[in-house]
């Protein structure tokens, strides 16, 4: 449906309305709603301005100046929903969601200028745009309590809930939160969203954890105009989905703006009060297709276009008005026009703004950092007595050297005592203390509120640890096994990361996601316990991810990835070794050498690992072997024979498979100018890929080999030993590379 078509819709159908008897501005827009007068007035300006925003994009499209044309048209309903909740209610927006915004902006003590030129700035891609800086057109502001979301698919709806979850668990742990104590959340999405796994994720979490008694102050708003993009939704199927255990429903014409917002009070009310989900349903059209390249006719008939014409939120409001006695059809279209030249002439004015002028610019907000701040935050322990109390007086620095999995342990409860605002969660991690005992105790000693079980659902998990750092907490939250990590991959790259980019860093989600992976297990089930594949997680901009092996390292490693999260809202996946958690020896029985000391307080300091930061091992002259996570004993192990050979071996232990350890692998690369890569992940996708490419583009001129596992997912029992690298396969490969 053309632009004009709409427009010349609304002139003509407001020429037409007969004024009724005036009637108080005070008193309800009409008799059994709770819509005032003046209400009605207010809210049909901020529909008319996003109406006129959505026929200004088009404009900019026209110009080849603007870049986004999914308007909010049609859905103009959306403004009694802001006006239905406080301007401190976070809130997780539909991209259709302009009325809303500029509602919530103007509730919030803007002026409507304001509003409109955040937009504009948007759609112009200005590089001052308030909130994506040039970045993306999103609907977000942090004085607006509004948190911008690029999703059109509705995986915001797990890290919703997960807002929902924070503003209650922060009030019983008595620990900051962004959000007033009495907020509630909210999220909006399409009817055709409704079927996506996230959507369904985040409803049945809401209903999971009420069906359970657990307080979930979450406003689910679902806009449903019956079509996705040309896909048509079967009538009932979005009431059908809503209706859980748990999640009391409410429904309403969302063009219809008296009823819309008297539904929107309810639902409101019940979700604050009850502090228990509610899913409101309001019906909507849309106008003008889906996008500005969009031609309806191609799936729609005139008759069924016409139909949604007939129901166009912004006449019916404009009826309202009329009838009411508030407004004269001359008054309104008088005010359609001037509105109209405003908003064109602003939008003109933005277009001229400048634009991100390099890839620096751009860059800018990905994954800021500050090591110094890191570095001093890092070390940080609980007070002496804290400590004890933490742990029964039996102070794991005083204890025998650890294994992997007892470092990981005794990290998190340090970690849990100095900062109150941590949780662990995931999957079998309380009472069990997850499949390894990696966190074994915790519960016991911080409570079920810090560390507790989670349901079965990777998507789920994630999107707790989102709503919950972005609320000001500290999530730890554990996927149970890497394979498992890839039903939710979305929730890190789409969300997680995302985040901080397209606010400029005015949101982030801090968050350090452990994740026991990679193969090598005995004993134990094939593939998806034993998973080797880590590419889908290195092309992330900006995502750490932490890959220790050896014990003291996990614990200087975590340190270091709890303060990066907290002190820089960064977004960590800390990788652990499933066959290193309980290994003991190093190169025989008995030896102990894969154990290490719990190190006191007193030297953090001074065992930090920054981000980026490599450990080398061995002095010799001949060749650098480079490795990580399960490589690291097989090369250690392999350089010994190759020693007792004759050849001068060191071994770089990466630590960091993103950011790499750029400098300190050139460094050990270039002390013997043969390298050897020994990468326990895939030959395609895997790290060593990576490693040759830093390699090269520094200009190393020496011999480079690699050997990894095979391009084959890992099969069950002694099959696995046919694919994955081998020590003998390093040893071979060193003497070939070295003559």
């Keep these: 449906m053309a632009r004009d078509t709409v427009e010349t819709h609304f002139t003509e159908a407001v020429a037409t309305l007969e004024a009724g008897p005036p009637r108080d501005p005070g008193a309800p827009i009409r008799e059994g709603s709770s ?26 499209r026209e110009q080849e100046e603007g870049f986004y044309t999914i308007g909010s048209a049609g859905h103009e309903g959306n403004a009694a929903v802001a006006a239905a909740l406080r301007p401190t209610d976070p809130a997780l927006l539909h991209y259709r969601s302009g009325a809303f915004y500029l509602t ?23 590089a001052d745009d308030p909130i994506a800086g040039g970045r993306h057109k999103v609907f977000g502001h942090p004085d607006l309590a509004v948190i911008p979301q690029t999703s059109t698919i509705a995986s915001h709806l797990p890290r919703a809930v997960g807002v929902a979850f924070a503003i209650e668990r922060a009030r019983a742990l008595g620990v900051p939160s962004k959000w007033p104590q009495d907020a509630i959340a909210v999220c909006s999405f399409g009817d055709a969203s409704i079927n996506h796994a996230s959507a369904l994720s985040g409803l049945n979490t809401a209903a999971y954890a009420t069906y359970q008694g657990q307080s979930l102050p979450m406003l689910f708003v679902c806009e449903d105009n019956g079509i996705g993009i040309s896909v048509r939704t079967p009538k009932g ?36 009060e009850h502090r228990a989900p509610a899913f409101l349903h309001l019906s909507t059209v849309r106008l003008m297709g889906h996008a500005g390249s969009d031609v309806e006719l191609a799936y729609r008939t005139q008759r069924e276009i016409r139909a949604d014409l007939e129901r166009d939120p ?37 277009s001229r703004r400048p634009r991100l002028g390099s890839a620096k610019e751009v860059m800018a907000p990905i994954a800021p950092r500050s090591p110094e701040l890191i570095a001093k935050i890092s070390p940080t322990a609980a007070a002496a007595q804290v400590r004890e109390r933490a742990f029964a007086g039996a102070l794991p620095e005083d204890d025998k050297p650890l294994t992997l999995s007892l470092a990981i342990n005794r990290t998190l409860a340090d970690a849990l005592a100095v900062y109150p605002e941590m949780t662990v969660f995931g999957e079998d991690v309380g009472k069990k203390g997850g499949v390894y005992g990696v966190t074994r105790g915790l519960q016991k000693r911080f409570g ?114 709890l303060a990066a999260a907290r002190t820089s809202g960064s977004v960590c996946v800390f990788l652990e070794p499933i066959a290193l958690y309980n290994t003991r020896d190093l190169f025989e029985d008995g030896d102990g050498g894969w154990l290490a000391p719990y190190a006191p307080p007193a030297r953090w300091p001074e065992t930090h690992v920054p981000i980026g930061r490599a450990r080398a091992y061995g002095d010799g002259r001949d060749l650098t072997i480079v490795t990580f996570g399960n490589g690291v004993r097989m090369s250690l192990r392999a350089a010994v024979r190759l020693t007792q050979e004759g050849y001068g071996c060191r071994v770089l232990d990466l630590r960091w498979l993103a950011p790499l350890p750029i400098d300190d692998l050139v460094r050990a690369a270039e002390l013997t100018g043969n390298v050897l890569i020994a990468d326990e992940t895939r030959h395609t996708g895997g790290v060593s890929e990576g490693v040759v490419t830093e390699l090269l583009d520094a200009g190393f001129t020496g011999k480079i080999a690699r050997v990894s596992s095979a391009d084959s997912f890992v099969p069950l029992g002694a099959a696995a030993q046919h694919v994955l690298l081998s020590e003998a396969e390093i040893e071979q490969a060193a003497r070939k590379l070295l003559g």
């Excluded at 009605?40 to 996003?50: E, I």
């Excluded at 030129?117 to 759609?123: A, E, I, K, M, Q």
């Excluded at 748990?246 to 979700?271: S, T």
Aim: hydrophobic residues 45%; contains cysteine.
């Design 237 to 272: 199927w979005v009431e059908a989905t809503a209706r859980r255990p748990g999640i009391e429903y409410f429904a309403a014409d969302g063009c219809d703006l008296a009823a819309a917002y008297d539904a929107a009070v309810r639902a409101a009310e019940h979700v604050r």
């Design 35 to 60: 819509l005032t007068g003046e209400q009605c007035r207010t809210l049909f300006r901020r529909q008319l301005d996003s109406r006129l925003l959505d026929i200004a994009a088009r404009w900019l």
């Design 448 to 561: 079920p509120g810090r560390v507790f079980d989670t349901l079965l659902d990777e998507q789920a998990i994630l999107g707790l640890a989102l709503g919950a750092g972005v609320s000001g907490m500290l999530p730890v939250p554990e996927i149970q096994y890497l394979a498992y990590l890839h039903n939710a991959l979305d929730q890190i790259r789409g969300e997680a990361a995302t985040l901080s980019f397209f606010s400029q860093g005015a949101f982030t989600n801090p968050m350090v996601v452990r994740v026991a992976g990679y193969a090598y297990q005995k004993g134990f089930g094939g593939h998806f316990h034993n998973d080797n594949a880590v590419g889908a997680l290195r092309d992330i901009p900006g995502l750490v991810i932490a890959s220790p092996s050896r014990p003291d390292d996990a614990a200087s490693m975590l340190r270091t990835c």
């Design 314 to 350: 912004l006449v019916r409001t404009a009826a309202m008005l009329v009838e009411a006695g508030l407004e004269t059809p001359e008054g309104l279209l008088k005010m359609y026009e001037s509105a109209r030249e405003h908003i064109l002439r602003v939008a003109k004015e933005t």
């Design 104 to 126: 919530r902006s103007e509730l919030a003590g803007r002026l409507s200028e304001q509003g409109i030129r955040d937009v504009l700035l948007g759609l112009s891609a200005a």
